[in-house]
């Protein structure tokens, strides 16, 4: 059964860190692109970046230079570093993995940067 569990959110001030985690289990993490997407209040999910099985990223234009998506093939884990957070980057992040036609989703974690 594949599953997707993020941790890692929280609330944090303008200018912040944070690293969000996502574990997979199920499949094999490394065979497979694994991609962050975000969800602000009455918005659409956005793609924020994508790590493809060869190892290439991908970032929006949003939060390239500031976040950084990697992966622990080891831990079957997939994380995403954000740094210099802004107001703006405020949302539910998912982590979403696609196997065949199938589309898989973690419940998401929330993240809040405010003053």
């Known amino acids: 059964q594949v599953q997707l569990v993020e941790s890692g959110g929280g609330l944090v001030q303008p200018g912040g860190s944070l690293r969000l985690s996502c574990a997979a289990s199920?499949?094999?993490?490394?065979?497979?692109?694994m991609s962050w997407y975000r969800q602000a209040p009455g918005k659409e999910r956005e793609l924020v970046a994508i790590s493809s099985a060869g190892g290439s990223t991908n970032y929006a234009d949003s939060v390239k230079g500031r976040f950084t998506i990697s992966r622990d093939n080891a831990k079957n884990t997939l994380y995403l570093r954000m740094n210099s957070l802004k107001p703006e980057d405020t949302a539910v992040y998912y982590c979403?993995?696609?196997?065949?036609?199938?589309?898989?989703w973690g419940q998401g974690t929330q993240v809040t940067v405010s003053s």
């Open positions: 979403n993995t696609q196997l065949g036609r199938y589309d898989y």
């Open positions: 199920g499949f094999t993490g490394r065979r497979y692109a």
